[in-house]
């Protein structure tokens, strides 16, 4: 009987656990995708897609159908093992990382007092992929990309590493549901104001390491003004050209999946996660989880909005932002963040 219930029950309980966020993930990027392509096309006056469904709004799975009957084609180049594994290496790590994401307090499958280390890790793992597609192709176009897509993503993984080092400084853990809650008390509670509770957030004391975030959220996962490795005017369509049908599906998807995590990356860090901006009711009525979404769709609005007005950077722009821009303003409020910390006696 220990047996069942101390190893056999819990495996269960995980993999149920774990097929149902998937499941949700992928419903919930298909819209995500949908909306991307809705608000492009409202910002340049047209309707986007509203055929298939009411709305639109099956469109999303109608491409998933497309890609998936479609027959794939490898270059008889390539690395075939290896050219099949990097879209596969791609989604797998995009997906990996919700496994520390609570979407609610105490809805987690792993809340590891390392979620945020989980995180950059498989972020910063997720490279791997772009370059497995870029050299398996056997050709120069996407060995090129995938060459410039390596550089960008670990150049602004540093600025993502220290903006977060700033808010485990004020929470005083790695494990990111403690981080959400050290998000409870604050500047609403020092003013006299606690219900307020959208004032405790960080992203007020941490705005400009919130504005670093989001910047380097957009070139770490390849998203315009900063979709350098995908540039069609030079490089085709990036490491992924040589690719069709499902490999290309899932590196879209593995994208959008990133796109997701930072999303909700920037709710859990800077936005009180799962908590009402105000803290009475109604609001206190709302499940945490419709907080926590609505905030992580926030994010996603302005991500799209980016794509929508922002013209594409110069690869030397990108690379002058992150080394030169973000790197030293992220470190400086590094060390401000801990002087006021230490001199107030605010550390946690």
């Known amino acids: 009987m220990s047996f069942w219930s101390d190893i056999v029950w819990p495996v269960v309980v995980i993999a149920a656990q774990s097929v149902l966020l998937l ?22 006056i047209r309707r986007g897609p509203n055929v298939v469904g009411p709305f639109g709004l099956f469109q999303s799975f109608a491409d998933l159908l497309k890609f998936v009957l479609k027959e794939p084609v490898i270059p008889s180049g390539s690395a075939k093992g290896l050219f099949l594994l990097a879209p596969l290496v791609t989604t797998t790590l995009a997906l990996l990382a919700w496994v520390v994401v609570p979407v609610a307090d105490g809805w987690v499958i792993a809340d590891i007092n390392v979620g945020v280390l989980f995180i950059l890790a498989i972020s910063s793992l997720s490279v791997y992929g772009a370059i497995m597609g870029g050299w398996a192709s056997n050709s120069k ?13 670990v150049s602004y993984e540093v600025s993502i590493g220290l903006v977060i080092i700033t808010v485990l400084l004020c929470a005083g853990s790695l494990n990111i549901s403690a981080i959400v809650h050290s998000q409870e008390t604050g500047l609403a509670n020092m003013i006299g104001l606690p219900w307020l509770s959208f004032l405790n957030w960080y992203w007020l004391p941490l705005l400009p390491m919130f504005v670093v975030f989001f910047v380097s959220a957009l070139a770490e996962t390849n998203r315009p003004p900063f979709d ?22 899932m590196f879209m998807l593995g994208e959008y999946v990133a796109i997701c995590t930072m999303c909700a990356m920037m709710a859990l860090l800077f936005m009180g996660g799962w908590m009402p901006p105000i803290n009475v009711a109604p609001f206190t009525w709302v499940p945490g989880i419709v907080w926590f979404l609505a905030k992580a769709l926030l994010m996603f609005f302005f991500i799209a909005m980016a794509k929508a007005i922002v013209p594409r950077y110069r690869y030397d722009q990108l690379m002058r932002l992150g080394w030169k821009v973000f790197l030293p303003l992220s470190l400086i409020y590094v060390v401000l963040v801990a002087g006021v910390l230490q001199i107030t006696g605010w550390a946690a």
């Open 23 to 44: 499941v949700l993930l992928l419903v919930i990027v298909a819209f995500i995708l949908l909306a991307d392509r809705k608000i492009w096309a409202a910002v340049q």
């Open 141 to 153: 176009y996407p060995f090129l990309s995938a060459l410039r897509c390596a550089a960008q993503m």
């Open 228 to 249: 350098l490795a995908e540039a069609e005017s030079e490089l085709v369509a990036g490491y992924m050209v040589e690719y069709g049908s499902t490999p290309y599906m």
